[in-house]
Every structure is written in C-alpha cells, then in structure tokens.
T-cell receptor, first 112, second 112 residues
C-alpha cells in the first residue's frame, strides 16, 4: 500500500535560516508528488507539485522540492525562511481510486 | 469567486447527537472528499465521491455518512456511532483529470 513518511514533526528555526523538510514515499505507480501548506487559520493550499520532467520543482513563496527517485524522496526546501512561513506542511502522494495519501505533517515555527 | 465553502466554522454538539457538516463547491469539480485532521496524524480520508449519486468509504468511514445528490454539494453526517468525533473536518474537491485537490476552510467540531 502507498504510504508517506514525514520525518520531522516539529521544526523551529530563526528567520533567514535554511529549511529542509523530509518526505519519503512508497508508491508503485506513476509518481505524482505534492506539498501542501496550512497557514494558521487558513485553507490547506498547494505549495508545489511534481508530475514529470525536471525533478527540481519550484513552488510559491520561494519554496522548492527535489524528487530523487532512487531515494523515494521529495524533500521541501527554502534557502531563507521568514516568520510568515510559520505553518504546517504536508507531503502527499496519490493512493488508489484517485485519493491522496497525506503524511502526518510537519509544524514549522519561525522565530523573528 | 470560485471555491469551496464549509459551514459552520465551529460546531458544538452534545454526545449522542448526529450533526451534519456542509460542503459546497462552485468549481465544477467532479470529485469531492471529506478528511479528518487530528494533531500529529495528518489528514485521513473519511469518504469520497467521484460522481453524483455515488460515493465510497475511505479509511475511517465508521460512524460517518454522506450523500451526493448534487455535483456542488457533499454533506457529511457525524453520527452518534463515531467514537471520537471531536476533530477538524476538511472538505476537498478536484477535477476528474487531475490529482490536485482544492480544500475548504474546514469545520472544527467539538462534542462534549
């Protein structure tokens, strides 16, 4: 069965620090990978997605993620975080019947 | 504005009562989903519907029921049989041709 694992449940950073959030998946089909973000009090929204092509994907707000097939990973990165990046981040892969399977989430707190 | 609306934002109920959560979308999306979000557990799929008058159980359907009488609407009923109903409930939708899901703002249900 498909699964998604996010290694860091809570991350605390100072502004301007670099960010990398881990995501590993187990999936046997065509790879489609997603990162969603949930800012405090806001909708869950798509940050970026990978369907095919260049394994380095650029998303909104300066985020990027790299698909490494050999490691079954899709880690999220940002070179310099801001206080406004404080949010919960979810990695997701398709499950059967057009579902998405979500990881447990990583809560990021950025201190000014 | 196109989007997904969920109402109410906060809902309080006594144990033993059924409660229905509303989800409406005007995106003309085919499929709709209900997730439950609990701290540290990510999003877990309750029910989903790919077309009108059809729906399937997700991973944690026990104690819940849904209907899909119109394309725009996918209400979720939390019955008294659900053992731990207090949670944050998210509705989502997507086009048939894409895995990407769009989320509503959520309803926080508290049962005492």
């Amino acid at each position: 069965a498909q699964s998604v694992s996010q290694h860091n449940h809570h991350v605390i950073l100072s502004e301007a620090a670099s960010l990398e959030l881990g995501c590993n998946y187990s999936y046997g089909g065509t790879v489609n990978l997603f990162w969603y973000v949930q800012y405090p009090g806001q909708h869950l929204q798509l940050l970026l997605k990978y369907f095919s092509g260049d394994p380095l994907v650029k998303g909104i707000k300066g985020f990027e993620a790299e698909f490494i097939k050999s490691k079954f990973s899709f880690n999220l990165r940002k070179p310099s975080v801001q206080w406004s990046d404080t949010a919960e981040y979810f990695c997701a892969v398709p499950g059967g019947y057009n579902k998405l399977i979500f990881g447990a989430g990583t809560r990021l707190a950025v201190h000014p | 504005d196109g989007g997904i609306t969920q109402s109410p934002k906060y809902l309080f109920r006594k144990e033993g009562q059924n409660v229905t959560l509303s989800c409406e979308q005007n995106l003309n999306h085919d499929a709709m989903y209900w997730y439950r979000q609990d701290p540290g557990q990510g999003l877990r799929l309750i029910y989903y519907s790919q077309i009108v008058n059809d729906f399937q159980k997700g991973d944690i359907a026990e104690g819940y029921s849904v209907s899909r009488e119109k394309k725009e609407s996918f209400p979720l009923t939390v019955t008294s049989a659900q053992k731990n109903p207090t949670a944050f409930y998210l509705c989502a939708s997507r086009l048939k041709s894409s895995y990407e899901q769009y989320f509503g703002p959520g309803t926080r249900l508290t049962v005492t």
